[in-house]
Nanobody, 121 residues
Framework: QEQLVESGGGLVQVGGSLRLSCEASGRAFSAYSMGWFRQAPGKEREFVAVISRSAVSTFYSDLVKGRFTIARDNAKKTVYLQMNSLKPEDTAIYYC??????????????WGQGTQVTVSA
């Protein structure tokens, strides 16, 4: 079983950058694809990015492609989300998740508690 803890959120101005981290505490981190999702107030949770177990493959939402980069370090059991050129519409709680490859919430079995990202205009 994986426990996931996100960090790195905060308040940033439009056009700024943030790097989110998500550290896992279980033994099987390298066996899971890792994803990032986000949920804005009043909206459903949506897919942001996913990275395969060995980091060979990544996939992004069209909303963040070219601005966000997902990466992982299996030795540190950590997945990252580098967010550049941030926009107000990126404001949300960001969640990391562990599971199978996919973009659907149902593909991921384990979830962190989330970290708030606020982009001010």
């Amino acid at each position: 079983q994986e426990q996931l803890v996100e960090s790195g959120g905060g308040l940033v101005q439009v056009g700024g950058s943030l790097r989110l981290s998500c550290e896992a505490s279980g033994r099987a981190f390298s066996a899971y694809s890792m994803g990032w999702f986000r949920q804005a107030p009043g909206k459903e949770r949506e897919f942001v990015a996913v990275i395969s177990r060995s980091a060979v493959s990544t996939f992004y939402s069209d909303l963040v492609k070219g601005r966000f980069t997902i990466a992982r370090d299996n030795a540190k059991k950590t997945v990252y989300l580098q967010m550049n050129s941030l926009k107000p519409e990126d404001t949300a709680i960001y969640y990391c998740a562990a599971g199978g490859w996919g973009t659907e919430i149902s593909a991921f079995a384990y979830w962190g508690q989330g970290t708030q990202v606020t982009v001010s205009a």
